[in-house]
């Protein structure tokens, strides 16, 4: 089974600054996806951003990018400008690239999360 | 679109007690989940459904039960409520098998007392 661990548990940052939000993974597998999703105080997950390893690109969604090193298995969320609105829980989250649909295995499988809190 | 629509937001049980979260979704995904967010935790997967009339356990499917009679619905029943299972509770949907990831629902905050 794979498991997703976010070190950081609580960071914080000064508005317009910018920030990065680690996550580290264990899989067997190479080729799957990762997300990172955004919690904030109304407890609606929203997804932030979506990198697939078989792609060496980073993926990039206006302010926020990753950095993703497939061999270090890393897949750090840098948010650029913080804003206020940044304010909330952000999750990692991996998938199996795998299609079997009768595997619990093969859903998303989330870290424990970093509270990340934006100062004026 | 409403997207997914769980109700209650908020509960509280006593213990012992039954009760049904109800989840409904109205993009015509197959694939419907539940999971679960203990304080200062990540999500836990309790009980998917790949389609209508198939279900199965995730990782922590112990005190719940689930059914799939429609591709819209997706509840989830607790059947003798515990402290245990005092958490946040998510309903999630997805396009195909989640690879371009999950729409969530808001979620249920229950409290067992």
């Known amino acids: 089974a794979q498991t997703v661990t976010q070190s950081q548990p609580e960071m914080s940052v000064q508005e317009a600054e910018t920030v990065t939000l680690s996550c580290t993974y264990d899989t067997s597998e190479s080729n799957y996806y990762l997300f990172w999703y955004k919690q904030p105080p109304s407890r609606q997950m929203i997804l932030v951003i979506r990198?697939?390893?078989?792609?060496?690109q980073n993926a990039t969604e206006n302010r926020f990018s990753v950095n993703f090193q497939k061999a270090a298995k890393s897949f750090s969320l840098k948010i650029s400008d913080s804003q206020l609105g940044d304010t909330a829980m952000y999750f990692c989250a991996f998938r199996s690239f795998s299609y079997s649909i009768n595997n619990a295995g093969n859903m998303l499988t989330f870290g424990g999360g970093t509270r990340l809190m934006v100062k004026p | 679109n409403a997207g997914v629509t769980q109700t209650p937001k908020f509960r509280i049980l006593k213990i012992g007690q039954s009760m049904t979260l109800q989840c409904t979704q109205d993009m015509n995904h197959n694939y419907m989940y539940w999971y679960r967010q203990d304080p200062g935790m990540g999500l836990k997967l309790i009980y998917y459904?790949?389609?209508?009339?198939?279900?199965d356990k995730g990782e922590v499917p112990n005190g719940y039960n689930v059914s799939r009679s429609t591709t819209e619905d997706f509840p989830l029943r607790l059947e003798l409520a515990a402290p245990s299972q005092t958490s946040v509770y998510f309903c999630a949907s997805s396009y195909s098998s989640g690879v371009y990831g999950y729409t969530f629902g808001s979620g249920t905050r229950l409290t067992v007392v």
């Open positions: 990198q697939e390893a078989y792609k060496q």
């Open positions: 459904s790949v389609g209508a009339g198939i279900t």
